[in-house]
Protein backbone atom coordinates (compact mmCIF):
# COMPACT_ATOMS: atom_id res chain seq x y z
CA UNK A 1 0.00 0.00 0.00
CA UNK A 2 2.69 2.73 0.95
CA UNK A 3 4.21 2.23 -2.98
CA UNK A 4 0.95 3.76 -4.30
CA UNK A 5 -0.25 6.36 -1.95
CA UNK A 6 3.34 7.76 -1.13
CA UNK A 7 2.41 10.00 -3.74
CA UNK A 8 -0.79 11.66 -2.46
CA UNK A 9 1.18 13.67 0.33
CA UNK A 10 2.68 15.54 -2.07
CA UNK A 11 -0.25 16.61 -5.10
CA UNK A 12 -2.02 19.78 -4.57
CA UNK A 13 -5.32 18.57 -5.22
CA UNK A 14 -7.95 17.60 -2.90
CA UNK A 15 -6.95 14.53 -1.12
CA UNK A 16 -10.00 12.27 -2.13
CA UNK A 17 -8.95 13.27 -6.10
CA UNK A 18 -5.43 12.49 -4.68
CA UNK A 19 -6.32 9.14 -3.72
CA UNK A 20 -8.35 8.36 -6.98
CA UNK A 21 -4.98 10.00 -9.00
CA UNK A 22 -2.73 7.75 -7.33
CA UNK A 23 -4.69 4.56 -7.93
CA UNK A 24 -4.80 5.71 -11.62
CA UNK A 25 -0.98 6.10 -11.63
CA UNK A 26 -0.53 2.82 -9.79
CA UNK A 27 -2.55 1.12 -12.63
CA UNK A 28 -0.51 2.57 -15.23
CA UNK A 29 2.75 1.69 -14.06
CA UNK A 30 1.78 -1.69 -12.87
CA UNK A 31 2.43 -1.17 -9.08
CA UNK A 32 -1.10 -2.24 -8.99
CA UNK A 33 -2.73 -5.11 -10.90
CA UNK A 34 -6.25 -5.74 -12.05
CA UNK A 35 -7.64 -7.90 -9.27
CA UNK A 36 -5.48 -6.65 -6.36
CA UNK A 37 -7.57 -5.72 -3.23
CA UNK A 38 -7.53 -2.10 -2.04
CA UNK A 39 -6.63 -1.39 2.03
CA UNK A 40 -10.23 -0.96 3.69
CA UNK A 41 -11.30 2.86 3.94
CA UNK A 42 -10.64 2.99 7.67
CA UNK A 43 -7.31 1.99 7.24
CA UNK A 44 -6.48 3.76 4.54
CA UNK A 45 -7.74 6.86 6.41
CA UNK A 46 -5.15 5.67 9.00
CA UNK A 47 -1.89 5.73 6.97
CA UNK A 48 -2.74 8.76 5.25
CA UNK A 49 -3.64 10.75 8.50
CA UNK A 50 -7.04 11.75 7.11
CA UNK A 51 -10.55 11.30 8.03
CA UNK A 52 -12.62 8.17 6.86
CA UNK A 53 -14.91 10.84 5.02
CA UNK A 54 -12.09 11.61 2.79
CA UNK A 55 -10.59 8.37 2.28
CA UNK A 56 -14.25 6.87 1.18
CA UNK A 57 -14.43 10.04 -1.24
CA UNK A 58 -11.28 9.42 -2.92
CA UNK A 59 -12.77 5.59 -3.27
CA UNK A 60 -15.95 6.66 -4.52
CA UNK A 61 -13.88 8.88 -7.22
CA UNK A 62 -12.11 5.94 -7.56
CA UNK A 63 -15.13 3.40 -8.75
CA UNK A 64 -16.42 6.34 -11.00
CA UNK A 65 -13.76 6.07 -12.96
CA UNK A 66 -14.59 2.96 -13.41
CA UNK A 67 -10.98 1.70 -12.04
CA UNK A 68 -12.03 -0.08 -8.50
CA UNK A 69 -14.92 -1.95 -7.37
CA UNK A 70 -16.50 -3.16 -4.27
CA UNK A 71 -18.28 -5.86 -3.35
CA UNK A 72 -20.48 -6.58 0.06
CA UNK A 73 -18.37 -8.53 1.98
CA UNK A 74 -15.51 -8.75 0.08
CA UNK A 75 -13.85 -5.10 -0.02
CA UNK A 76 -12.53 -3.12 -2.83
CA UNK A 77 -10.53 -4.63 -5.74
CA UNK A 78 -8.63 -3.09 -8.85
CA UNK A 79 -10.55 -3.75 -12.08
CA UNK A 80 -7.63 -2.43 -13.97
CA UNK A 81 -7.37 -1.38 -18.01
CA UNK A 82 -9.00 -3.35 -19.96
CA UNK A 83 -11.78 -4.30 -16.79
CA UNK A 84 -13.44 -1.10 -17.43
CA UNK A 85 -16.97 -1.71 -18.88
CA UNK A 86 -18.19 -0.40 -22.22
CA UNK A 87 -20.92 1.48 -20.21
CA UNK A 88 -20.54 2.54 -16.18
CA UNK A 89 -22.40 0.80 -13.89
CA UNK A 90 -25.15 2.82 -12.21
CA UNK A 91 -23.17 1.48 -8.83
CA UNK A 92 -19.95 3.24 -10.49
CA UNK A 93 -22.10 6.70 -11.29
CA UNK A 94 -22.47 9.18 -8.47
CA UNK A 95 -25.68 10.10 -7.42
CA UNK A 96 -25.79 13.66 -6.65
CA UNK A 97 -28.83 13.96 -3.57
CA UNK A 98 -27.30 17.46 -2.42
CA UNK A 99 -29.03 20.08 -4.14
CA UNK A 100 -32.84 20.56 -3.53
CA UNK A 101 -34.44 21.20 -7.05
CA UNK A 102 -37.44 20.32 -8.84
CA UNK A 103 -37.10 17.24 -11.29
CA UNK A 104 -35.84 17.92 -14.49
CA UNK A 105 -39.05 18.15 -16.89
CA UNK A 106 -38.89 14.40 -19.17
CA UNK A 107 -42.43 15.09 -20.93
CA UNK A 108 -41.23 16.08 -24.83
CA UNK A 109 -44.46 17.91 -25.11
CA UNK A 110 -43.96 19.89 -22.39
CA UNK A 111 -40.01 20.83 -23.08
CA UNK A 112 -40.70 21.68 -27.19
CA UNK A 113 -44.01 24.04 -25.08
CA UNK A 114 -41.03 25.93 -22.97
CA UNK A 115 -39.07 25.96 -25.84
CA UNK A 116 -41.55 27.89 -28.30
CA UNK A 117 -41.38 30.22 -25.37
CA UNK A 118 -37.79 31.02 -25.47
CA UNK A 119 -38.14 31.30 -29.39
CA UNK A 120 -41.06 34.03 -28.78
CA UNK A 121 -39.02 35.98 -26.58
CA UNK A 122 -36.14 36.06 -28.45
CA UNK A 123 -38.02 37.52 -31.57
CA UNK A 124 -37.57 40.45 -29.91
CA UNK A 125 -34.31 40.13 -28.39
CA UNK A 126 -32.44 43.37 -29.20
CA UNK A 127 -34.22 45.41 -26.75
CA UNK A 128 -33.81 42.68 -23.75
CA UNK A 129 -29.86 43.58 -24.22
CA UNK A 130 -30.18 46.94 -22.78
CA UNK A 131 -30.47 48.01 -18.94
CA UNK A 132 -34.49 48.60 -18.04
CA UNK A 133 -35.74 50.01 -15.16
CA UNK A 134 -34.50 48.56 -12.06
CA UNK A 135 -37.54 46.75 -10.34
CA UNK A 136 -38.96 45.35 -13.89
CA UNK A 137 -40.59 46.49 -16.94
CA UNK A 138 -44.25 47.16 -16.82
CA UNK A 139 -45.28 43.71 -18.36
CA UNK A 140 -43.01 42.08 -16.13
CA UNK A 141 -44.36 43.71 -12.69
CA UNK A 142 -47.66 42.62 -14.36
CA UNK A 143 -46.69 39.28 -14.78
CA UNK A 144 -45.72 38.99 -11.37
CA UNK A 145 -48.54 40.51 -9.55
CA UNK A 146 -50.96 38.23 -11.59
CA UNK A 147 -48.76 35.08 -10.35
CA UNK A 148 -48.61 36.38 -6.85
CA UNK A 149 -52.04 37.10 -6.66
CA UNK A 150 -52.31 33.33 -7.17
CA UNK A 151 -51.80 32.85 -3.04
CA UNK A 152 -54.05 36.10 -2.08
CA UNK A 153 -51.40 38.90 -2.63
CA UNK A 154 -51.96 42.16 -3.55
CA UNK A 155 -49.17 45.06 -3.77
CA UNK A 156 -48.85 48.52 -4.97
CA UNK A 157 -46.84 49.02 -8.29
CA UNK A 158 -43.99 50.91 -5.60
CA UNK A 159 -43.55 48.15 -3.36
CA UNK A 160 -43.51 45.37 -5.96
CA UNK A 161 -39.89 44.51 -7.19
CA UNK A 162 -38.31 41.87 -10.06
CA UNK A 163 -35.12 41.15 -8.63
CA UNK A 164 -32.08 38.56 -10.12
CA UNK A 165 -33.15 36.13 -7.93
CA UNK A 166 -33.87 35.18 -4.23
CA UNK A 167 -30.37 35.47 -2.69
CA UNK A 168 -29.41 38.98 -3.62
CA UNK A 169 -32.86 40.05 -2.78
CA UNK A 170 -32.54 38.01 1.18
CA UNK A 171 -29.19 39.73 1.24
CA UNK A 172 -30.23 43.30 0.49
CA UNK A 173 -32.88 42.83 3.09
CA UNK A 174 -30.89 41.45 5.70
CA UNK A 175 -28.45 44.16 5.44
CA UNK A 176 -31.43 46.53 5.51
CA UNK A 177 -32.89 44.98 8.54
CA UNK A 178 -29.63 44.68 10.89
CA UNK A 179 -26.66 46.13 11.55
CA UNK A 180 -23.36 43.88 11.94
CA UNK A 181 -23.54 42.43 15.33
CA UNK A 182 -27.20 42.99 15.71
CA UNK A 183 -30.22 39.30 15.68
CA UNK A 184 -32.41 38.35 13.32
CA UNK A 185 -34.39 35.18 14.35
CA UNK A 186 -34.86 32.35 12.34
CA UNK A 187 -36.03 28.23 12.95
CA UNK A 188 -33.35 26.29 14.89
CA UNK A 189 -33.04 24.08 11.65
CA UNK A 190 -33.21 26.60 8.68
CA UNK A 191 -32.40 27.02 5.27
CA UNK A 192 -28.22 27.13 4.49
CA UNK A 193 -28.35 29.86 2.20
CA UNK A 194 -30.24 32.05 4.58
CA UNK A 195 -27.28 31.54 7.37
CA UNK A 196 -24.46 32.10 4.84
CA UNK A 197 -25.99 35.36 3.80
CA UNK A 198 -26.03 36.20 7.53
CA UNK A 199 -22.49 35.11 7.97
CA UNK A 200 -21.23 36.91 5.53
CA UNK A 201 -23.29 40.03 6.99
CA UNK A 202 -21.81 39.54 10.68
CA UNK A 203 -25.73 39.11 11.29
CA UNK A 204 -26.42 36.89 14.35
CA UNK A 205 -28.96 34.25 13.26
CA UNK A 206 -30.38 33.15 16.07
CA UNK A 207 -31.85 29.87 15.79
CA UNK A 208 -35.70 29.76 17.98
CA UNK A 209 -36.97 26.44 19.04
CA UNK A 210 -39.74 24.64 16.94
CA UNK A 211 -42.17 21.66 16.91
CA UNK A 212 -44.09 20.14 13.82
CA UNK A 213 -45.80 23.33 13.25
CA UNK A 214 -43.04 25.24 12.87
CA UNK A 215 -41.03 28.09 15.87
CA UNK A 216 -43.03 27.80 19.60
CA UNK A 217 -44.70 30.66 19.78
CA UNK A 218 -44.27 31.13 23.60
CA UNK A 219 -39.95 31.35 22.25
CA UNK A 220 -40.87 33.68 20.07
CA UNK A 221 -42.38 35.93 22.49
CA UNK A 222 -39.95 35.46 25.01
CA UNK A 223 -36.60 36.50 22.42
CA UNK A 224 -38.99 39.63 21.59
CA UNK A 225 -39.76 41.02 24.94
CA UNK A 226 -36.09 41.33 25.01
CA UNK A 227 -35.83 44.02 22.52
CA UNK A 228 -33.07 42.92 20.48
CA UNK A 229 -34.19 40.83 17.35
CA UNK A 230 -34.76 43.03 13.95
CA UNK A 231 -36.35 40.49 11.84
CA UNK A 232 -37.55 37.29 11.84
CA UNK A 233 -36.44 34.89 8.99
CA UNK A 234 -38.92 32.38 7.83
CA UNK A 235 -39.03 29.58 4.74
CA UNK A 236 -42.75 28.56 5.64
CA UNK A 237 -43.99 26.62 3.29
CA UNK A 238 -42.16 22.75 2.52
CA UNK A 239 -39.64 24.35 4.26
CA UNK A 240 -35.77 23.17 3.54
CA UNK A 241 -34.70 21.23 4.76
CA UNK A 242 -37.75 19.47 7.17
CA UNK A 243 -40.41 19.76 4.59
CA UNK A 244 -42.98 21.51 7.34
CA UNK A 245 -45.15 23.71 6.40
CA UNK A 246 -46.54 26.03 9.12
CA UNK A 247 -50.44 25.47 9.54
CA UNK A 248 -52.72 28.61 9.53
CA UNK A 249 -52.98 29.20 13.15
CA UNK A 250 -49.49 28.83 13.69
CA UNK A 251 -49.07 31.10 11.02
CA UNK A 252 -51.57 33.85 12.89
CA UNK A 253 -50.46 33.27 16.28
CA UNK A 254 -46.41 33.95 14.95
CA UNK A 255 -48.18 36.85 13.26
CA UNK A 256 -49.84 38.67 16.43
CA UNK A 257 -46.21 38.52 18.56
CA UNK A 258 -44.65 40.02 15.55
CA UNK A 259 -47.37 42.56 14.96
CA UNK A 260 -47.31 43.33 18.78
CA UNK A 261 -42.88 43.91 19.10
CA UNK A 262 -43.47 45.57 15.71
CA UNK A 263 -41.08 42.77 14.26
CA UNK A 264 -39.89 42.73 10.45
CA UNK A 265 -40.82 39.09 9.60
CA UNK A 266 -38.68 37.56 5.79
CA UNK A 267 -41.07 35.50 4.05
CA UNK A 268 -38.72 33.59 2.15
CA UNK A 269 -41.67 31.96 -0.22
CA UNK A 270 -39.72 29.67 -2.70
CA UNK A 271 -42.16 26.39 -2.67
CA UNK A 272 -45.33 28.73 -1.74
CA UNK A 273 -46.98 27.58 -5.66
CA UNK A 274 -46.05 23.93 -5.53
CA UNK A 275 -48.88 23.03 -2.92
CA UNK A 276 -52.10 23.66 -4.93
CA UNK A 277 -53.97 24.87 -1.39
CA UNK A 278 -51.05 26.70 1.02
CA UNK A 279 -51.80 28.41 3.97
CA UNK A 280 -52.10 31.78 3.18
CA UNK A 281 -48.42 33.97 3.67
CA UNK A 282 -47.10 36.04 6.00
CA UNK A 283 -47.63 38.66 3.87
CA UNK A 284 -51.27 38.51 3.71
CA UNK A 285 -51.34 38.27 7.42
CA UNK A 286 -49.37 41.11 8.18
CA UNK A 287 -48.35 43.26 5.12
CA UNK A 288 -46.89 45.95 6.97
CA UNK A 289 -44.46 44.37 8.61
CA UNK A 290 -43.46 41.57 6.07
CA UNK A 291 -40.68 41.24 3.29
CA UNK A 292 -42.28 38.66 0.96
CA UNK A 293 -39.50 36.54 -1.69
CA UNK A 294 -41.34 34.92 -4.14
CA UNK A 295 -38.22 32.92 -6.22
CA UNK A 296 -38.87 30.89 -9.56
CA UNK A 297 -36.04 29.21 -9.49
CA UNK A 298 -38.28 25.93 -7.19
CA UNK A 299 -41.09 26.67 -9.42
CA UNK A 300 -39.56 26.46 -13.46
CA UNK A 301 -36.13 25.43 -12.58
CA UNK A 302 -32.90 26.52 -10.24
CA UNK A 303 -30.82 28.26 -13.83
CA UNK A 304 -34.16 30.98 -13.82
CA UNK A 305 -32.77 33.21 -11.32
CA UNK A 306 -35.82 35.96 -10.92
CA UNK A 307 -37.88 36.63 -7.79
CA UNK A 308 -40.81 38.78 -7.19
CA UNK A 309 -40.38 40.86 -3.76
CA UNK A 310 -43.05 42.83 -2.33
CA UNK A 311 -41.44 45.04 0.16
CA UNK A 312 -43.98 46.17 3.48
CA UNK A 313 -44.39 49.98 2.11
CA UNK A 314 -43.15 51.95 -0.22
CA UNK A 315 -40.57 53.94 1.95
CA UNK A 316 -38.69 50.49 2.87
CA UNK A 317 -39.21 49.62 -1.19
CA UNK A 318 -36.79 52.54 -2.05
CA UNK A 319 -34.40 51.87 0.39
CA UNK A 320 -34.52 48.09 -0.71
CA UNK A 321 -34.10 49.08 -4.47
CA UNK A 322 -31.19 51.43 -3.67
CA UNK A 323 -29.42 48.53 -2.11
CA UNK A 324 -30.28 45.57 -4.91
CA UNK A 325 -29.60 48.21 -7.42
CA UNK A 326 -25.73 48.62 -6.33
CA UNK A 327 -25.56 45.22 -6.00
CA UNK A 328 -27.08 43.51 -9.42
CA UNK A 329 -27.47 46.71 -11.54
CA UNK A 330 -31.22 45.02 -12.58
CA UNK A 331 -32.70 41.60 -13.20
CA UNK A 332 -31.31 40.22 -16.15
CA UNK A 333 -34.24 41.69 -18.55
CA UNK A 334 -34.13 38.38 -20.80
CA UNK A 335 -34.52 36.17 -18.02
CA UNK A 336 -37.70 38.68 -16.84
CA UNK A 337 -39.16 38.49 -20.29
CA UNK A 338 -39.16 34.21 -20.02
CA UNK A 339 -40.52 34.33 -16.89
CA UNK A 340 -43.34 36.53 -17.64
CA UNK A 341 -43.69 34.87 -21.27
CA UNK A 342 -43.93 31.81 -19.23
CA UNK A 343 -46.70 32.91 -16.68
CA UNK A 344 -48.57 34.97 -19.20
CA UNK A 345 -49.05 31.87 -21.95
CA UNK A 346 -49.55 29.04 -19.33
CA UNK A 347 -46.39 27.44 -19.58
CA UNK A 348 -45.74 27.76 -15.87
CA UNK A 349 -49.03 26.16 -14.89
CA UNK A 350 -48.02 23.84 -16.63
CA UNK A 351 -44.02 23.22 -15.35
CA UNK A 352 -45.84 23.35 -11.85
CA UNK A 353 -48.18 20.99 -12.63
CA UNK A 354 -45.20 18.59 -13.80
CA UNK A 355 -42.99 19.24 -11.08
CA UNK A 356 -46.12 18.32 -8.55
CA UNK A 357 -46.53 14.98 -10.28
CA UNK A 358 -43.65 13.81 -10.35
CA UNK A 359 -42.53 14.65 -6.72
CA UNK A 360 -45.62 13.38 -6.07
CA UNK A 361 -43.95 9.72 -8.02
CA UNK A 362 -40.78 10.38 -6.29
CA UNK A 363 -41.81 10.91 -2.87
CA UNK A 364 -44.15 7.45 -3.08
CA UNK A 365 -40.82 5.59 -4.30
CA UNK A 366 -38.86 6.72 -1.36
CA UNK A 367 -41.69 5.31 0.79
CA UNK A 368 -41.56 2.13 -1.07
CA UNK A 369 -37.63 1.56 -0.11
CA UNK A 370 -36.28 3.43 2.58
CA UNK A 371 -37.28 2.34 6.26
CA UNK A 372 -40.65 3.36 8.03
CA UNK A 373 -40.88 6.16 10.31
CA UNK A 374 -36.79 7.20 9.76
CA UNK A 375 -38.27 10.36 7.53
CA UNK A 376 -40.17 13.32 7.95
CA UNK A 377 -41.40 14.68 4.24
CA UNK A 378 -44.61 16.01 2.24
CA UNK A 379 -46.15 14.38 -0.64
CA UNK A 380 -44.98 17.16 -2.75
CA UNK A 381 -41.45 18.06 -1.55
CA UNK A 382 -38.43 17.76 -3.09
CA UNK A 383 -36.46 16.23 -0.54
CA UNK A 384 -37.17 14.07 2.59
CA UNK A 385 -35.10 14.76 6.23
CA UNK A 386 -33.98 11.69 7.66
CA UNK A 387 -33.63 10.79 11.19
CA UNK A 388 -30.68 8.35 11.29
CA UNK A 389 -31.72 4.82 13.56
CA UNK A 390 -29.87 4.55 16.65
CA UNK A 391 -26.03 3.79 16.08
CA UNK A 392 -25.71 5.92 13.22
CA UNK A 393 -24.08 9.04 13.33
CA UNK A 394 -24.23 11.52 10.31
CA UNK A 395 -20.47 11.51 10.04
CA UNK A 396 -20.69 7.78 9.43
CA UNK A 397 -24.02 7.93 7.23
CA UNK A 398 -22.30 10.50 4.67
CA UNK A 399 -19.34 8.79 4.97
CA UNK A 400 -21.27 5.25 3.84
CA UNK A 401 -23.26 7.37 1.11
CA UNK A 402 -19.74 8.68 -0.15
CA UNK A 403 -18.27 5.94 -0.40
CA UNK A 404 -20.92 4.60 -2.57
CA UNK A 405 -21.21 7.21 -4.69
CA UNK A 406 -24.25 8.79 -3.21
CA UNK A 407 -24.03 12.60 -2.19
CA UNK A 408 -26.18 13.66 0.94
CA UNK A 409 -26.29 16.79 3.39
CA UNK A 410 -26.29 16.70 7.25
CA UNK A 411 -27.78 18.32 9.70
CA UNK A 412 -24.76 20.62 10.58
CA UNK A 413 -25.48 22.85 6.92
CA UNK A 414 -28.75 23.85 8.28
CA UNK A 415 -28.24 24.34 12.31
CA UNK A 416 -28.04 27.44 13.64
CA UNK A 417 -25.18 28.29 16.33
CA UNK A 418 -25.91 27.25 19.69
CA UNK A 419 -28.24 24.45 18.60
CA UNK A 420 -26.51 21.17 18.63
CA UNK A 421 -26.86 19.34 15.44
CA UNK A 422 -29.45 16.78 15.09
CA UNK A 423 -28.38 12.95 13.90
CA UNK A 424 -29.95 13.51 10.41
CA UNK A 425 -29.43 14.33 7.25
CA UNK A 426 -31.47 16.36 3.96
CA UNK A 427 -31.87 13.34 1.00
CA UNK A 428 -32.88 15.26 -2.04
CA UNK A 429 -35.30 13.37 -4.42
CA UNK A 430 -35.27 16.27 -7.64
CA UNK A 431 -32.85 17.60 -10.01
CA UNK A 432 -31.66 16.09 -13.11
CA UNK A 433 -31.42 12.61 -11.43
CA UNK A 434 -33.36 9.88 -12.96
CA UNK A 435 -35.91 8.01 -11.17
CA UNK A 436 -34.06 4.72 -12.24
CA UNK A 437 -31.10 6.10 -10.58
CA UNK A 438 -33.30 7.54 -7.59
CA UNK A 439 -34.15 3.94 -7.14
CA UNK A 440 -30.66 2.25 -7.31
CA UNK A 441 -29.47 4.83 -4.96
CA UNK A 442 -32.36 4.72 -2.63
CA UNK A 443 -31.99 1.12 -2.10
CA UNK A 444 -28.17 1.66 -1.39
CA UNK A 445 -29.08 3.87 1.35
CA UNK A 446 -31.76 1.36 2.73
CA UNK A 447 -29.50 -1.42 2.57
CA UNK A 448 -26.31 0.48 4.72
CA UNK A 449 -29.11 1.52 7.27
CA UNK A 450 -30.38 -1.80 7.55
CA UNK A 451 -27.05 -3.17 9.03
CA UNK A 452 -25.06 -1.07 11.81
CA UNK A 453 -22.59 1.68 10.86
CA UNK A 454 -19.49 -1.43 11.73
CA UNK A 455 -21.05 -3.99 9.31
CA UNK A 456 -21.57 -1.17 6.40
CA UNK A 457 -18.36 0.60 6.71
CA UNK A 458 -16.42 -3.32 5.52
CA UNK A 459 -18.93 -3.29 2.65
CA UNK A 460 -16.44 -0.65 1.13
Excluded at 26 to 45: C, E, M, S, V, Y
Excluded at 303 to 322: E, H, M, N
Amino acid sequence: MIDWTSSISESSKPRYLAIADAIAAAIANGTLAAGDKLPTQRRLAATLGVDFTTAARGYAEAARRGLIESTVGRGSFVRGRGKMPDKPSPRAAPVDLTMNLPPDPDDPALIERMQEGLIEVSHNLAPLLHYQSFGGSPEAKDAASSWLGRRGLAASQERLFVTPGAHPSLTAIFSLLAKPGETILCEAITYPGARAIAAQQCVQFYGLPMDEHGILPEALAEICARGTAKALYLNPTLQNPTTLTIPAARREALTDIARRHRLAIIEDDAYGFIPPHAPPPFAVLAPELTWHVAGLAKCFGAGLRIAYVIAPDVRAGWDFASILRAMTVTASPLTAALATRWITDGTGDSILRFIRAESAARQKLAAEILPAGLFRADPLSFNLWMTLPNGWTRAAFAGQMRAAGIGIMTSDAFTTRGTTPPEAARICLGGPTTRAELKSALTSMAHALSSSPAVAADIF
